[in-house]
């Protein structure tokens, strides 16, 4: 059974932006169960056949296709996701994992990590290199829309809570750099985005998120729209979307410009 956490790494950048977000999402009504989007269950079921490959029984995509095929809410296995996304994604992961000295002894798959039990997450990849002094923090992406190792807050998040946790924080314990990878097969000859991190910019990083999750439990936390708003359950009600605070700010003016 799932755990959802009411901050995670998927939202750690709209935390960090939008301190207002949570409160106004508590106002809008669940998504009915069952309800479902065809891009991101193929993400999702190309995520568990990733999961599979590199599982203990390590099944090939290719056999994946003819062993009763994989699916997920409707969205089927095809030879051409097979070709242009899964094959991709594992040559990325095997050259990123190549390069930083790492084995299959010291890789985690989807462990689940947190900091407390409002805040947590599962991670795609989570290893350490054999002299220890890599972390390797990966996350599987497959929509199209390019996404960023650089500056990434989802993967600042996972290293913080796997640092944290104390199932995984002696990973850290010789830690001198954090490799944040995003493998995400576009066709485009660029599926591996890589940037590195140290400790200290971990702790930085902890710093600031932490304050603003605090921040969230203020009366006085305010919405801001940034690029963070994107899948944002409260964006269809939130007054700076909707341009309600705009409103009101003018009203405000016009108010006081009317005053004696």
């Known amino acids: 059974m799932a755990i959802h956490f009411k901050f995670g790494g998927s939202t750690a950048a709209r935390t960090m932006g939008c301190p207002a977000w949570q409160r106004l999402a508590e106002t809008v009504p669940l998504v009915l169960e069952g309800s479902s989007n065809p891009a991101a269950d193929t993400g999702t079921m190309l995520h568990n056949c990733m999961e599979e490959y590199y599982g203990p029984d390590s099944i090939d995509p290719e056999d994946m296709l003819h062993d009763k095929g994989r699916e997920y809410k409707g969205q089927h296995l095809t030879p051409e996701l097979v070709a242009t996304k899964l094959y991709p994604a594992i040559d990325a992961v095997e050259i990123i994992c190549g390069e930083l000295g790492i084995k299959g002894s010291n890789v985690l798959l989807e462990p689940l990590v947190k900091i407390d039990s409002d805040i947590g997450g599962s991670i795609d990849v989570l290893a350490i290199s054999e002299d220890k002094k890599t972390v390797l923090i990966l996350d599987y992406k497959f929509g199209h829309v390019s996404v960023s190792a ?103 003016a016009l108010t006081a410009a009317a005053r004696p």
Do not use: H
């Open 150 to 252: 650089e500056d990434n807050k989802q993967l600042q998040f996972y290293a913080l809570a796997a640092a944290t946790d104390p199932a995984t924080r002696d990973m850290f314990d010789e830690c001198e750099r954090i490799v944040l990878a995003i493998v995400q097969p576009n066709g485009d000859g660029d599926d591996l985005q890589v940037s590195e991190i140290d400790m200290e910019a971990l702790d930085n990083f902890e710093t600031e998120y932490l304050a603003a999750v605090d921040f969230t439990e203020e009366p006085t936390a305010q919405p801001a729209s940034g690029s963070w708003c994107k899948y944002c359950p409260a964006e269809a009600t939130c007054p700076v979307k909707t341009g309600a605070a705009l409103k009101a700010t003018r009203v405000n």
